[in-house]
């Protein structure tokens, strides 16, 4: 499979922003997905997935802004982002899940190439 990520941006804190990784190689109907951040120095930190099944799972500091879908016409992975924090900031990697838990990135056996996010105070 490979994942485009896209969407990323400056933004003032309190803004919104939506990500879209485009998949293609792969299933996409039944493949579970997650987006996950990292900034420079940190290991990368679990925001958000969505299960084959359409369950979403959140990150306690995202949960209520942030929302994770799927257009299975599109085979695209969005991330919807409002009410953004400057501790949001970061690059996004969308991700595919391979087998495991979605909250850990050693579960994902694909990523895109990461989108960079900043918001500023």
């Known amino acids: 499979v490979q994942l485009q990520a896209s969407g990323g941006g400056l933004v003032q804190a309190g803004g919104s922003l939506r990500l879209s990784c485009a998949a293609s190689?792969?299933?996409?109907?039944?493949?579970?997905m997650g987006w996950f951040r990292q900034i420079p120095g940190k290991e990368r930190e679990f925001v958000a997935a969505?299960?084959?099944?359409?369950?979403?799972y959140y990150a306690n500091s995202v949960r209520g802004r942030f929302t994770i879908s799927k257009d299975y016409a599109n085979s695209t992975l969005y991330l919807e982002m409002n009410s953004l924090k400057p501790e949001d900031t970061g690059v996004y990697y969308c991700?595919?899940?391979?087998?495991?838990?979605?909250?850990?990135?050693?579960?994902?056996?694909?990523w895109g190439q990461g989108t960079q996010v900043t918001v500023s105070s």
């Open positions: 190689g792969g299933n996409f109907k039944i493949d579970s």
């Open positions: 991700g595919r899940l391979s087998a495991g838990s979605v909250y850990r990135s050693s579960s994902y056996d694909a």
């Open positions: 969505i299960t084959w099944a359409d369950s979403t």
